[in-house]
């Protein structure tokens, strides 16, 4: 492997909560490309535990350049308040070399290249393709879709079309290649697509001939893939599995729509420039959405024509369904919310781990029954910590016609501080039904007309 040096700069603001004081590399030998280096994964995560009266993660002001040798292991740590912690998240970063290499299906048994060369072989994917039950495919080169929006048929132009549609127990392994299609209109066509009239007139304003990246049906499993440029990168609807991949540039990053009886998992992926980053519609009963070690950061939403948001546009994660569990993840840095936690019916959330919700325009945590019919019931049950600062607005916000019991496990935290930048806004609010059991709440300021916590006082910030 070549072992030349790189010099990277960690953005702060993309990176979300953590200033980077360290960062390890271990390549993955599965991986050569020669066009750069991507994000592929998270790996070996690791808890956040700060000593106490340690000052609290919104002191921190570092922010460091790290630079590295590939073929040596990068450890990703962060700085908080001057006390060295290791990051929740442990990221692999992929050296991608693979474009011209042959695989082992392409050699012969004395090991020389096959005479027939790899482009022309029969598995080489296409746009528009469905993957049936029980197949598995492999990408070995991006796959760019690039018909052209004007010579679609009408019923391509009314359709939610797929790039590749996963069937059945059907798996995508992306290998770090890319998903995406082009458009006249510039890079962030997709994002800036304004949500309103119907799909033909949607795709037609956006000049984008697939509605939709990648649609995972019946339960099939699609990794290591980069999904980009559509107005839903990923479309789940009735079970799905998403594991170590990175969703950018759409307009919708993750869509979930599953129905009784099915669950959906989304694990160490990123999510990251698009208008809304995750957006689970389950208005269905017995069914669980469960997001394990996913960043969800600077979405950046779609506003109509009075400068409000457009529908859930602009937040980290909406989540809408009977069982929630979110674990070791982070909604940071959204133009909107970090997580909002909305719909009507009784629900169960559970906030696992180190969650952090920070740098969020508006509230950082949010329930809302989002004008439906009936109120939001339920618990929400945390088992860790789950760290909310800095956000415009309230930091945790439950508004009317929401009544979710709030019950904290023995030794878990929610820690709301410095919150309402923008004004009048406060660390907790509650104007719905719920109550705050439990001990180890800490936030300044609160308010609304429901209950509240008992909260310990946030830290001081050194002089």
Same mark, same amino acid.
């Given at each position: 492997?070549? &072992?030349?040096?790189?010099?990277?700069?960690?953005?702060?603001?993309?990176?979300?909560? $953590?200033?980077?004081?360290?960062?390890?590399?271990?390549?993955?030998?599965?991986? =050569?490309?020669? +066009?750069?280096?991507?994000?592929?994964? $998270?790996?070996?995560?690791?808890?956040?535990?700060?000593?106490?009266?340690? /000052?609290?993660?919104?002191?921190?002001?570092?922010?460091?350049?790290?630079?590295?040798?590939?073929?040596?292991?990068? *450890?990703?740590?962060?700085?908080? /308040?001057?006390?060295?912690?290791?990051? /929740? &998240?442990?990221?692999?970063?992929?050296?991608?070399?693979?474009?011209?290499?042959?695989?082992?299906? +392409?050699?012969?048994?004395?090991?020389?290249?096959?005479?027939?060369?790899?482009?022309?072989?029969?598995?080489?994917?296409?746009?528009?393709?469905?993957?049936?039950? %029980?197949?598995?495919?492999?990408?070995?080169?991006?796959?760019?879709?690039? #018909?052209?929006?004007?010579?679609?048929?009408?019923?391509?132009?009314?359709?939610?079309?797929?790039?590749?549609?996963?069937?059945?127990?059907?798996?995508?392994?992306?290998?770090?290649?890319?998903?995406?299609?082009?458009?006249? *209109?510039?890079?962030?066509?997709?994002?800036?697509?304004?949500?309103?009239?119907?799909?033909?007139?949607?795709?037609?304003?956006?000049?984008?001939?697939?509605?939709?990246?990648?649609?995972?049906? @019946?339960?099939?499993?699609?990794?290591?893939?980069?999904? #980009?440029?559509?107005?839903?990168?990923?479309?789940?609807?009735?079970?799905?599995?998403?594991?170590?991949?990175?969703?950018?540039?759409?307009?919708?990053?993750?869509?979930?729509?599953?129905?009784?009886?099915?669950?959906?998992?989304?694990?160490?992926?990123?999510?990251?420039?698009?208008?809304?980053?995750?957006?689970?519609?389950?208005?269905?009963? @017995?069914?669980?959405?469960?997001?394990?070690?996913?960043?969800? =950061?600077?979405?950046?939403?779609?506003?109509?024509?009075?400068?409000?948001?457009?529908?859930?546009?602009?937040?980290?994660?909406?989540?809408?369904? #009977?069982?929630?569990?979110?674990?070791?993840?982070?909604?940071?840095? =959204?133009?909107?919310?970090?997580?909002?936690?909305?719909?009507?019916?009784?629900?169960?959330?559970?906030?696992?781990?180190?969650?952090?919700?920070?740098? &969020? %325009?508006?509230? %950082?945590?949010?329930?809302?029954?989002? &004008?439906?019919?009936?109120? !939001?019931?339920?618990?929400?049950?945390?088992?860790?910590?789950?760290?909310?600062?800095?956000?415009?607005?309230?930091?945790?916000?439950?508004?009317?016609?929401?009544?979710?019991?709030?019950? !904290?496990?023995?030794?878990?935290?929610?820690?709301?501080?410095?919150?309402?930048?923008?004004?009048?806004?406060? +660390?907790?609010? =509650?104007?719905?039904?719920?109550?705050?059991?439990?001990?180890?709440?800490?936030?300044?300021?609160?308010?609304?007309?429901?209950?509240?916590?008992?909260?310990?006082?946030?830290?001081?910030?050194?002089?």
């Amino acid at each position: 492997m070549n &072992n030349s040096n790189y010099q990277v700069e960690i953005d702060h603001a993309k990176e979300g909560a $953590f200033d980077v004081e360290q960062v390890n590399f271990d390549p993955p030998s599965s991986v =050569n490309r020669e +066009d750069g280096i991507s994000i592929n994964s $998270f790996e070996d995560k690791e808890d956040v535990n700060a000593k106490e009266g340690d /000052a609290p993660p919104f002191f921190s002001l570092k922010k460091k350049l790290g630079t590295f040798a590939v073929g040596c292991t990068l *450890l990703v740590g962060a700085t908080i /308040a001057g006390v060295s912690v290791h990051s /929740a &998240n442990k990221y692999r970063y992929v050296q991608s070399q693979k474009s011209n290499s042959l695989s082992s299906s +392409d050699m012969s048994k004395s090991g020389k290249a096959a005479p027939v060369p790899p482009y022309c072989s029969s598995s080489k994917q296409t746009c528009g393709q469905t993957v049936p039950e %029980g197949d598995k495919i492999t990408l070995k080169e991006d796959l760019l879709c690039v #018909e052209d929006w004007n010579s679609a048929t009408n019923t391509v132009k009314r359709s939610k079309n797929c790039a590749i549609t996963l069937e059945g127990d059907a798996e995508l392994d992306c290998d770090g290649y890319r998903i995406s299609q082009i458009t006249t *209109l510039g890079s962030d066509a997709a994002v800036k697509c304004d949500a309103s009239g119907s799909t033909k007139e949607q795709k037609e304003a956006c000049q984008l001939y697939y509605y939709r990246g990648v649609c995972v049906t @019946g339960a099939a499993k699609m990794k290591n893939c980069q999904v #980009e440029k559509f107005l839903e990168g990923i479309y789940v609807e009735n079970s799905g599995d998403i594991k170590d991949s990175t969703v950018s540039q759409n307009r919708v990053g993750i869509a979930v729509k599953d129905g009784p009886g099915n669950s959906t998992e989304i694990s160490t992926t990123i999510v990251r420039d698009n208008a809304v980053g995750i957006d689970v519609d389950n208005s269905s009963t @017995g069914n669980k959405i469960s997001i394990n070690q996913v960043r969800s =950061n600077d979405n950046v939403g779609l506003k109509d024509s009075d400068g409000e948001f457009q529908k859930a546009f602009g937040s980290g994660m909406n989540l809408y369904g #009977e069982e929630i569990a979110v674990k070791d993840s982070e909604a940071s840095s =959204n133009q909107k919310n970090g997580i909002e936690i909305d719909g009507a019916g009784t629900t169960t959330v559970d906030l696992k781990g180190s969650i952090f919700l920070r740098n &969020n %325009g508006r509230s %950082g945590l949010k329930t809302d029954n989002n &004008n439906k019919v009936g109120d !939001l019931d339920g618990t929400m049950n945390v088992d860790g910590v789950v760290n909310i600062y800095e956000n415009g607005e309230d930091g945790f916000q439950m508004n009317e016609d929401t009544n979710l019991n709030v019950e !904290l496990k023995k030794g878990s935290s929610l820690i709301a501080c410095q919150n309402g930048s923008r004004g009048k806004q406060v +660390d907790i609010k =509650n104007n719905g039904g719920g109550t705050f059991g439990n001990d180890g709440f800490t936030c300044d300021d609160t308010g609304g007309d429901g209950s509240l916590p008992t909260c310990s006082s946030c830290p001081v910030c050194p002089m």
